[in-house]
């Protein structure tokens, strides 16, 4: 019994810590200041060569980041082409 319990306890325990964000870099292209949506391509990871637009982070601004590499980490563990994600993480301007 106490076997089938510390199993249980493990499985619940791992399943709460799955990782759901990634980390990429991309090139923005084009930022929507009324929106708040960053037009960018990925130039590394698994993102590599997607167009994907990112919802910039409250108080973020994303202009000073135009035609420029930046890195991400967005709130999914996958990519798909033309897909939205918000973004968790960047790195200053």
Do not use: H
Not at 1 to 13: F, T, W, Y
Not at 19 to 36: P, S
Not at 38 to 58: F, R
């Amino acid at each position: 019994m106490r076997k089938v319990l510390a199993i249980l306890c493990i499985l619940m325990i791992t399943a709460s810590f799955g990782i759901d964000e990634l980390f990429i870099t991309v090139k923005v292209m084009d930022y929507d200041q009324r929106t708040g949506t960053i037009k960018a391509v990925g130039v590394s990871g698994p993102c590599k060569g997607y167009k994907m637009n990112l919802l910039s982070k409250p108080g973020m601004d994303a202009s000073k980041l135009l035609n420029r590499d930046v890195s991400v980490m967005i709130d999914s563990s996958k990519c798909q082409d033309g897909g939205t994600y918000r973004i968790k993480w960047s790195e200053k301007p």
